[in-house]
């Protein structure tokens, strides 16, 4: 596999810094009462997110969890609806119907963004048997949290997935914590690559199927693999991108069960800072061009926000659109 270009690299350092200036955002327009319901930020993950939607080939497709702004973003959402969307306006992607934790684009092939924990995994095994059924090249990217993996969905999805030979790369973001509580505290099999092994997952496909989530380039690199190798061998893959989120779980979460010393440890391995050094240390003369970029992320957030401000909220007639297809 040939290594990412310059072009490309300096490309996903834009698309890292936008999700993570639109979380700052976020929290201060959540703190400030402008977006109501839950609000799980993906500070600290951008690496994993843009690495996917990276790999991605024309038509995969992808499906998340809740935690979902940064891959939305990544899937190339137009991070003004996006933003509506969180304001909960009409000119959102889902119309202001779904907020943070519903963000979807049929024309991006991005199946969400949802609310219950594994609920999206039958929705991917669905979505691959599509493709299965009508001989279609198409591999679904399903991305769920640590926590997901103990959670019946997963089991069954796994499981349905091995017996009939589903398109599905499944891939765990594993952040180290399920909500507040510790990987090794809520799973049996703290490893979790190896609990595709009951189900009769491949588990070594000639690449590592755990990799460096805080590392947009080996995120590419192994998720790019995994989709050739489903896509070749017509059978699922369980992959674990190993990350880290800096932020709590959700915008209420008090964060007793870490220490500050934990996630300033973390922090000195931020994936922007990461692929910054990466850029300056191979191209000494794209620094300006890096700082560029940062503050022309702020202008385009800042002018998100003006326009979901500005947009209407979803009338009477949109609440009762689409209850039936």
């Given at each position: 596999m040939a290594a990412p270009t310059k072009e490309t690299m300096i490309n996903w350092y834009r698309q890292m810094v936008l999700i993570r200036r639109f979380e700052e955002k976020c929290a201060e327009l959540y703190q400030q009462g402008k977006i109501g319901g839950f609000l799980h930020l993906y500070i600290g993950q951008e690496a994993t997110g843009v690495g996917i939607a990276a790999a991605l080939r024309q038509n995969d497709h992808a499906i998340t969890a809740y935690r979902d702004h940064g891959i939305a973003l990544a899937m190339g959402l137009d991070v003004n609806a996006v933003m509506a969307e969180m304001l909960g306006k009409r000119t959102g992607v889902s119309g202001g119907k779904g907020g943070s934790m519903h963000l979807a684009s049929r024309e991006k092939n991005f199946w969400g963004g949802h609310g219950i924990v594994g609920g999206h995994l039958p929705l991917a095994a669905g979505?691959?048997?599509?493709?299965?059924?009508?001989?279609?090249?198409?591999?679904?990217?399903?991305?769920?949290?640590?926590?997901?993996?103990?959670?019946?969905?997963?089991?069954?999805?796994?499981?349905?997935?091995?017996?009939?030979?589903?398109?599905?790369?499944?891939?765990?973001?594993?952040?180290?914590?399920?909500?507040?509580?510790?990987?090794?505290?809520?799973?049996?099999?703290?490893?979790?690559?190896?609990?595709?092994?009951?189900?009769?997952?491949?588990?070594?496909?000639?690449?590592?199927?755990?990799?460096?989530?805080?590392?947009?380039?080996?995120?590419?690199?192994?998720?790019?693999?995994?989709?050739?190798?489903?896509?070749?061998?017509?059978?699922p893959l369980f992959m674990e991108s190993r990350t880290y989120r800096f932020q709590g779980h959700s915008m209420g979460d008090p964060e007793r069960y870490r220490t500050k010393d934990e996630v300033a440890r973390y922090a000195e391995g931020d994936p922007i800072g990461v692929l910054r050094n990466r850029l300056i240390e191979k191209h000494k003369s794209v620094q300006a061009t890096l700082d560029k970029i940062e503050v022309e992320v702020v202008d385009e957030i800042a002018k998100a926000v003006e326009f979901a401000e500005s947009s209407p909220v979803p009338t009477y007639e949109d609440l009762v659109s689409y209850v039936y297809a």
């Open positions: 979505i691959a048997l599509k493709a299965k059924y009508l001989e279609e090249d198409e591999v679904v990217v399903a991305m769920m949290g640590d926590g997901a993996t103990n959670i019946g969905y997963f089991h069954e999805s796994l499981n349905l997935s091995a017996v009939w030979g589903l398109p599905v790369l499944w891939l765990v973001e594993n952040n180290g914590y399920g909500m507040g509580t510790a990987v090794d505290r809520a799973s049996g099999q703290a490893d979790l690559v190896k609990k595709g092994i009951g189900y009769g997952l491949e588990q070594d496909p000639g690449f590592s199927l755990s990799f460096n989530g805080m590392d947009v380039v080996e995120v590419h690199e192994a998720v790019s693999k995994g989709i050739e190798w489903i896509s070749r061998n017509g059978r």
